[in-house]
């Protein structure tokens, strides 16, 4: 067994919009620190002029903290970053120039230079400002980022292993494999060799859970033919009365997976779609192509008591969180009662 890493935990974003907050009020306090020790009057116009200037850095700053990096430089589109940085700029520095020249001309007049090298070196050390502050907001992301992604990897890992734990304990639990040996104990008398089929996909049920599914990805034939097993040793031990219609369909058997997906809702449609001495019917259709799957359980639906704690009643929430982590944006998980019926569907694409 491997050895599990100490677990990296990111800043809450309270915390980080703190730290945000506080960086930023020192700088707008920081003026009114250097004005104590300097033998002229704190003039309020520069200051002014001053939060004018310092909010266009904010503009800069969150605009790559919030849009630039996440959608650019994340994504390897280095030249659309740098061109979008390079338009705010260009848009900023003769605004903030015009309001500077517009409400405090005498103040500018007073500290600038109008040649043409004054004018040039005002742009120049406008622009170093405006890196400076690009490069702080790329490392402050990044790093909130790389926090962010090991700590989902290792929650991606804990997943994993309780999915693993709860596939024995709970999806294919005793109480299914009693049964099940129980019915190849009776026709082991009636139809031997069909107890012998039955003990084969029993083997090969069990061979994928304990072997194959510990992979992070399997192949979607794989997972479909596990579902096949599954549902035929469901209909060994079902009553006359019980319908079950299966269909499933692939034109891309390839297409990697994570395990055990489906199994859940299946379980659940067995455990409480069924009835011991009325009408029920479970329906399974399945379809996957190069794109997408679409998994749709419809059953009939008899509640559980509620002191019945076989199976996994939190299994359903429990997938919705794996799937959120294996494939985040990348599908759609509905579950819910009709009247006296329950849907379930499950859909994810590339």
């Not at 449609?269 to 069924?274: D, L, M, N, P, Y």
Request: glycine share 4%; net charge positive.
């Amino acid at each position: 067994m491997s050895e599990t890493l100490p677990a990296i935990k990111s800043p809450s974003k309270r915390i980080g919009w703190l730290i945000h907050i506080a960086a930023w009020g020192v700088l707008f306090v920081f003026p009114f620190l250097l004005a104590g020790r300097e033998t002229e009057p704190f003039v309020w116009k520069r200051y002014c002029g001053f939060v004018l200037t310092l909010s266009s850095y904010i503009a800069v700053f969150y605009a790559n903290y919030l849009c630039f990096v996440k959608r650019f430089l994340l994504t390897k589109q280095f030249t659309r970053f740098i061109l979008s940085n390079l338009a705010l700029i260009i848009c900023l520095i003769p605004i903030v120039h015009f309001l500077l020249l517009l409400f405090f001309p005498n103040e500018i007049e007073e500290m600038s230079d109008f040649s043409d090298w004054g004018i040039l070196r005002f742009i120049i050390v406008d622009m170093l400002g405006y890196i400076f502050i690009i490069t702080n907001s790329v490392a402050y992301k990044m790093t909130g980022s790389w926090y962010a992604m090991v700590a989902e990897r290792q929650e991606l890992e804990r997943s994993r292993s309780e999915a693993e734990l709860k596939n024995l304990k709970s999806q294919l639990n005793p109480h299914f494999l009693f049964n099940t040996l129980n019915n190849i104990y009776s026709l082991i008398a009636s139809s031997p060799e069909r107890a012998q089929e039955v003990v084969h996909e029993l083997s090969r049920l069990l061979r994928y859970v304990l072997y194959e599914s510990s992979q992070p990805f399997v192949t979607m034939e794989k997972d479909l033919d596990f579902i096949r097993n599954y549902v035929e040793l469901m209909r060994i031990r079902l009553p006359g009365h019980v319908s079950v219609e299966i269909s499933i369909r692939t034109t891309s058997p390839d297409f990697l997976i994570a395990p055990l997906l489906f199994i859940t809702p299946i379980e659940n449609a067995f455990k409480h779609g069924v009835s011991n001495n009325k009408p029920s019917f479970v329906r399974i259709d399945i379809q996957a192509d190069d794109k997408e799957i679409n998994c749709h359980i419809h059953n009939s639906y008899f509640p559980k008591n509620e002191n019945d704690k076989s199976g996994s009643g939190i299994g359903l929430v429990n997938l919705n969180k794996r799937l959120h982590l294996i494939y985040p944006d990348k599908y759609m998980f509905t579950y819910g009662r009709k009247n006296s019926e329950y849907h379930c569907t499950l859909k994810i694409w590339r």
